[in-house]
Nanobody
Framework: QVQLVESGGGLVQAGGSLRLACAAS????????MAWFLQAPGKEREFVAA????????IYADAVKGRFTISRDNAKNTVYLQMNSLKPEDTAVYYC???????????????????WGRGTQVTVSS
């Protein structure tokens, strides 16, 4: 049974940083794309960043480019999201997600992802 468990959320002031982690279990991690999505209250789930299995390809939403960095440690079955220069509009629940693919390019569509974590709250105060 695949499980994704997020951690690292919290309350931070604007301009601050947080590092989210997502530990995966129940899968081999090989050929699994890992991604982060966010969902703010009353809004649809949005793509944040994704990384392919080899970590050779990363993609980002325009709103976080230059501020967020996704990375993964395949030995630990863990993916990270380093979030710098946080803004109040980054406030949301952040979800980790994954799907298995032989294709090198990660998907941005949330419908492509088969497994999801429960999310971790990130709140950025102004």
């Amino acid at each position: 049974q695949v499980q994704l468990v997020e951690s690292g959320g919290g309350l931070v002031q604007a301009g601050g940083s947080l590092r989210l982690a997502c530990a995966a279990s129940g899968l081999s991690f090989y050929n699994y794309v890992m991604a982060w999505f966010l969902q703010a209250p009353g809004k649809e789930r949005e793509f944040v960043a994704a990384i392919n299995w080899s970590a050779g390809i990363t993609i980002y939403a325009d709103a976080v480019k230059g501020r967020f960095t996704i990375s993964r440690d395949n030995a630990k079955n863990t993916v990270y999201l380093q979030m710098n220069s946080l803004k109040p509009e980054d406030t949301a629940v952040y979800y980790c997600a994954t799907y298995r693919t032989a294709m090198p390019m990660p998907q941005r569509r949330h419908t492509a992802y088969d497994y999801w974590g429960r999310g971790t709250q990130v709140t950025v105060s102004s």
